[in-house]
Structure formats: C-alpha cells, structure tokens
C-alpha cells in the first residue's frame, strides 16, 4: 500500500519560512516524479513545484524564486521550502508521485500565513 505523509504545515506569520516534508513508504521515490500541489479554500488546485527522477524542476511561475523543492530518495522524503511567505500562500498543500499512469497523493497538511 503507497502511503504519503506530509508534515511541516502551520501557522506562520507573512514573510516568514516554512519547510514542508512528505515521508513515502510502498513505492521507491527515485521513480517518480515527486511534487507539490496546493489548494486554497474554494479555489482550485494549483501545482505548486515538481522535481522529476533526472532532477527536472517543474515550477509554478508565481512561485519561482520563493518556493522550492528537494529530496531525498533514501529516505524516500521530498520537501518543500517556502519562504517570504505571503497570506496568499494560505492553502492545503499536498505531495504528489506520479509514475507513468500512477498518480498518488498524500492527505494535505495546512498552511496558513498571517498577514
């Protein structure tokens, strides 16, 4: 059974930094493409940042510059590291593996930034 686990979010003031991690177990991290979605309340969901196998990052324009993505695949950990956060940013942010026609997503973990 795949399981994501993120973990990290919080309450944070704007401007401030906050990292965020997705622990994996049942697939092998080094064969996806990991990545990060958020989703605002009553909003649609927006990719955030993707890092493919070969290191390839997929960014959100946006977010280019603030946002970014790192993993470890021994550990079969990504992590996210946001920072200059503005109350914008506020969202359920969810890791993503996408392998092929496998798509599997963690629970969410919130994040919420103060103005």
């Known amino acids: 059974q795949v399981q994501l686990v993120e973990s990290g979010g919080g309450l944070v003031q704007a401007g401030g930094s906050l990292t965020l991690s997705c622990a994996g177990s049942?697939?092998?991290?080094?064969?996806?493409?990991m990545g990060w979605y958020r989703q605002p309340i009553w909003k649609q969901r927006e990719l955030v940042i993707a890092?493919?196998?070969?290191?390839?990052?997929t960014y959100s324009d946006s977010l280019k510059g603030r946002f970014s993505i790192s993993r470890d695949n021994v550990r079969n950990t990504v992590y996210l590291q946001m920072n200059s956060l503005k109350p914008e940013d506020t969202a359920a942010y969810f890791c993503?593996?996408?392998?092929?026609?496998?798509?599997?997503r963690g629970q969410g973990t919130q994040v919420t930034v103060s103005s």
């Open positions: 890092m493919a196998s070969n290191g390839r990052t």
């Open positions: 049942g697939i092998d991290f080094s064969d996806y493409t």
């Open positions: 993503y593996a996408w392998r092929d026609l496998r798509e599997y």
